[in-house]
């Protein structure tokens, strides 16, 4: 982002080729600096993500177990679709492409950070998680809805469920951060000595 500041957007556009000759006869020419940096990052996360459900499994002794630690994400694939089931042909989503990234990336941090504390914690965690569903009405006004009116429906679905994402990530928040301090009897941001309450 910050060589994106400096010389500008396009310089993503640039092909490899051109900035690095010698390559061109190893990589298609219509490959971008764009492309790697996609594939670097959907390289990298693939490899993070195996290594956390390897971590999860491994962590089960029994067959049962295994199945269950496996069953135990399915919220954070359900949250996935929501990224594929985005239509990135349609105006009104190029348009407001950053607000609905932003918003299922804090449900995706949100359910994932579940699922990493109960793994932790070895705490039951409901299979089954509201968070990745709040786009659904955004969802069926885009694809299935067609009468009148369909694109404030679409508009204002999508506000209330960014508006309820934020209210559920930031009551996550101050819930695990209020149960920690009290548990620790200390203040939150300041560790160098008990409460006096406790």
């Not at 950070?113 to 409901?126: E, G, L, R």
């Not at 994402?165 to 008990?194: A, D, M, N």
């Amino acid at each position: 982002m910050g060589v994106a500041f400096f010389t500008g957007d396009t310089i993503f556009q640039l092909k490899i080729t051109s900035l690095v000759p010698f390559l061109s006869g190893a990589i298609p020419d219509f490959v971008t600096i764009c492309d790697i940096i996609v594939v670097f990052a959907v390289f990298n996360s693939l490899l993070f993500a195996a290594y956390l459900i390897y971590e999860m499994i491994s962590q089960k002794e029994t067959l049962n177990g295994k199945l269950y630690a496996l069953w135990g994400i399915n919220p954070i694939i359900f949250v996935l679709l929501n990224l594929y089931l985005i239509d990135g042909t349609d105006e009104f989503t190029i348009q407001n492409a950053a607000l609905m990234i932003m918003m299922i990336g804090i449900i995706f941090t949100l359910v994932s950070t579940k699922v990493i504390i109960s793994s932790m914690a070895k705490m039951h965690i409901n299979s089954f998680q509201i968070e990745p569903l709040l786009f659904s009405g955004y969802f069926y006004f885009h694809y299935c809805y067609s009468g009148e009116h369909k694109e404030d429906y679409v508009l204002y679905s999508l506000i209330a469920a960014s508006v309820v994402s934020l209210v559920l990530y930031f009551r996550f928040v101050r819930v695990s951060i209020t149960q920690i301090t009290e548990h620790l009897g200390i203040y939150c941001f300041y560790i160098k000595e008990k409460r006096k309450d406790k």
